[in-house]
């Protein structure tokens, strides 16, 4: 690789543009030199967008982007452009949604073509150096498009105009003047059921994703309406999930997603963004349970983010890739000898009937490790009791991972995104809450830190660190994601900077991405790069949609700051979205939690006492055990209780709460307090 000349990709910081960086291509990154040059040579421009952990952005590369006949032929007549998808989320929402209204479907790799002006005319996905799957081979499909828009230029204008046109319209917004249903949420939760894996949990079948914002929708509804059937879909979905190979058995965390229905096969790539929210799901489904394996789930899942994911001063890492060794799943496979091996003959049967390990495996000649039999089970079918049986796995799963560290382990890519990483704070507070670690405690801060310090310039939010150097105006996700974080690690923590930095991030949010005209939230700032569109995310896809996280912020720090224009504005995007809410609840999710805030009002929990007293610390345990969706929490002075409220003894904590403008009498003792809580 050393000796193979470099293209203009050596200068850039982006993991994935330099992996691209000694190919035969002539790579341009996004900017106005590759445009430029389009201009003056009058060729359309060839876009490729992907990121660093994508399975087939990697094998697109190694079949066509370092073939030294398609490389030409692409010089030859286009101005190539490499984006990576993650620096760039505005790039590839727009050209994204172009790919879609194209073909109908989307994915990575991306390759779009447009005219020098960055207007899109043609593209799809992945396609192969020759051709097959049904589909034509990347060079024929180089040589026509190149020919349509030399000798068809009416045609392609023709083309650019309706993809321009309709991608704009993605930003209109209108806001509703329906009155909102009281049972919105309980309705969506029966839709969305109605595509529930009965047998493997989860939505739909193959190949199937985590969904934790509809899992989260799911408690609401059962929280509220005590209809035990939500529970029951999340919890047989989390346990699954859990058991299944999208779940690293050794390492904890998870990977991507699922390529069959049952949750074997994994996509082996693993993400921040589907960690921290899976931390979450499994902290808030935990406190609806008490069910003992989702603390393991999560607390495994912290483990394996500050183990793998995290950067020495603070903050975490993006993502890990899929292959190793050239081979996807390689460094995550294991044969049944390579067991035995470790862990000898007797404990590696029994591990190997448990984890599904065997002869001839099943992945590729090779087995992916998930649990097929339960602690019951496996204590019934091999004669031992529960305590045995569980400290021979725990004492396997130690061997076994000491033994795959020293395998060659995927690349990592070390950018730190401000958004992936406010929901990595979320997940982070969700975990302290239910185990008050001081690694998760410490991790969190540092991760605090770190973002307003190294990702902030001139008070403005950057969205990417790299290599000492942060870099690109924040995007809606960055300022929303974090405020959230940061508002949730004020609820863990007490700790007040929290709140107010929050605050401070809505509020220039609303400055920079608010339209008034029309309502809701653009993805880019008013100081950002003008592009060929201006969205507004509205729709949740492997993260929730800037605008569902931006109402729901809105929405919280209303009650913290008695800002009610924080409150209109929340409101105002719940009907912008109200009706695709009601007929889409499945990319909705987000936003009708948020919407479920709003229309049941949160209690709003005043803790009076120093964090020293131990009444004040049994008040604060007990709350935090508890699942309470819609509630805010507050530890307050004497002058900062509620209106009318009596100040506690001195040296004793009382606790009150208020609730759609009302206030109990002070509780004094956990009891009390508990039976205003849950009733």
Not at 366 to 383: D, M, T, V
Request: one cysteine or more.
């Amino acid at each position: 690789m050393a000796n193979k000349p470099a293209n203009r990709l050596l200068h850039e910081t982006s993991p994935y543009l330099l992996q691209h960086a000694h190919n035969p291509v002539d790579w341009y990154p996004w900017g106005p030199e590759a445009f430029a040059k389009a201009r003056a040579e009058n060729k359309p421009i060839l876009l490729s967008i992907g990121y660093s952990a994508c399975h087939w952005c990697h094998v697109m590369e190694r079949e066509s982007f370092e073939n030294e006949e398609i490389a030409a032929l692409m010089n030859e007549l286009f101005v190539n452009v490499k984006v990576d998808r993650e620096e760039r989320p505005d790039l590839d929402e727009i050209y994204m949604s172009a790919v879609q209204m194209l073909t109908g479907r989307g994915g990575w790799p991306m390759t779009v073509f447009l005219t020098p002006e960055g207007k899109p005319f043609y593209g799809g996905t992945y396609f192969p150096p020759e051709d097959r799957y049904g589909m034509p081979g990347f060079p024929r499909i180089l040589k026509a498009v190149a020919a349509a828009y030399r000798d068809r230029p009416r045609e392609v204008g023709e083309s650019v105009s309706r993809i321009v046109s309709a991608l704009q319209g993605l930003s209109a917004s209108r806001e509703t003047q329906r009155p909102f249903s009281p049972d919105i949420i309980a309705r969506s939760v029966e839709k969305l059921a109605e595509s529930y894996d009965a047998e493997n949990g989860g939505f739909g079948r193959a190949p199937k994703f985590p969904h934790p914002g509809v899992y989260e929708l799911f408690l609401r509804q059962h929280h509220h309406g005590r209809d035990p059937r939500p529970l029951e879909m999340v919890v047989h979905t989390l346990e699954r999930m859990a058991n299944g190979g999208i779940y690293d058995q050794l390492g904890g965390g998870f990977h991507r997603y699922s390529v069959d229905e049952k949750w074997l096969v994994p996509h082996f790539e693993k993400m921040l963004y589907d960690n921290a929210q899976l931390v979450r799901i499994y902290a808030l489904t935990y406190r609806a349970t008490a069910n003992e394996r989702f603390r393991e789930v999560m607390e495994e899942t912290v483990d394996y983010l500050l183990r793998e994911m995290a950067h020495p001063e603070g903050g975490f890492y993006s993502t890990q890739d899929a292959d190793s060794e050239g081979r996807e799943g390689e460094f995550f496979l294991w044969t049944a000898d390579e067991v035995l091996r470790v862990i000898g003959a007797d404990r590696g049967e029994i591990f190997c009937r448990i984890y599904d390990v065997g002869d001839p495996g099943n992945f590729e000649g090779k087995s992916i490790l998930h649990r097929i039999l339960s602690p019951e089970q496996a204590g019934r079918y091999f004669r031992m009791s529960p305590g045995e049986l569980t400290a021979l796995l725990e004492e396997a799963r130690r061997e076994l991972f000491a033994a795959r560290e020293r395998r060659v382990k995927p690349f990592r890519d070390e950018k730190i995104l401000a958004s992936w990483n406010g929901l990595a704070l979320s997940g982070l507070a969700e975990a302290i809450k239910v185990s008050p670690r001081p690694a998760y405690l410490e991790a969190a801060r540092r991760t605090r830190e770190f973002l307003l310090s190294k990702l902030v310039h001139d008070g403005r939010l950057l969205h990417v660190y790299k290599d000492g150097t942060a870099r690109l105006a924040g995007y809606l996700d960055d300022y929303a994601f974090l405020g959230l974080g940061l508002l949730d690690l004020y609820e863990a923590t007490l700790e007040r900077s929290c709140l107010e930095r929050a605050e401070e991030l809505a509020e220039q949010m609303v400055s920079e991405f608010w339209d008034e005209s029309e309502g809701a939230f653009f993805y880019t700032g008013r100081s950002h790069e003008t592009l060929i569109a201006r969205p507004k995310p509205a729709f949740d896809g492997s993260i929730p949609s800037g605008n569902a996280a931006a109402a729901h912020l809105l929405l919280r720090l209303s009650y913290y700051s008695g800002n009610t224009a924080h409150g209109d504005k929340a409101e105002r995007v719940l009907r912008c979205y109200y009706e695709a809410m009601e007929s889409q609840p499945f990319g909705f999710a987000h936003m009708l939690s948020a919407l479920d805030f709003h229309l049941k009002k949160p209690k709003e929990i005043v803790v009076a006492g120093g964090l020293e007293e131990p009444r004040t610390r049994q008040f604060l345990d007990g709350i935090r055990a508890l699942y309470l969706p819609n509630a805010t929490l507050r530890l307050a002075s004497a002058g900062e209780l509620p209106p009318g409220a009596e100040a506690p003894a001195p040296g004793k904590a009382a606790a009150y709460v208020c609730h759609n403008f009302s206030c109990s009498l002070p509780a004094t003792d956990w009891p009390s307090l508990k039976t205003l809580l849950v009733t």
